[in-house]
């Protein structure tokens, strides 16, 4: 993939994932960085686990980069979670 894919790629699963998660989105660059970051988990949890993307192409790239983005966004509100008001 080259570089405007992979930002491409971000930006819909970032924002598809923030959206989900129920928030507003992190911004343009926020959405970009989850939505990648996300691809890298959601390669290495289907590569592990065995699955393979129901669809082809560029949608399967953008499924496989939602479900680690929304994976992502979950891990980290756990521990944003954790980390609330204490004395």
Do not use: K
Not at 58 to 81: D, H, M
């Amino acid at each position: 993939m080259d570089f405007l894919t992979w930002i491409i790629v971000g930006l819909v699963a970032g924002l598809l994932a923030s959206f989900v998660m129920g928030g507003i989105g992190y911004g343009i660059i926020g959405d970009i960085v989850v939505g990648i970051v996300g691809a890298f988990i959601g390669g290495w949890l289907f590569s592990r686990m065995g699955w393979s993307s129901p669809i082809g192409g560029l949608a399967g790239t953008i499924f496989v980069a939602f479900v680690g983005a929304v994976l992502l966004l979950f891990l980290l509100r756990l521990l944003n979670r954790g980390r609330g008001t204490r004395p």
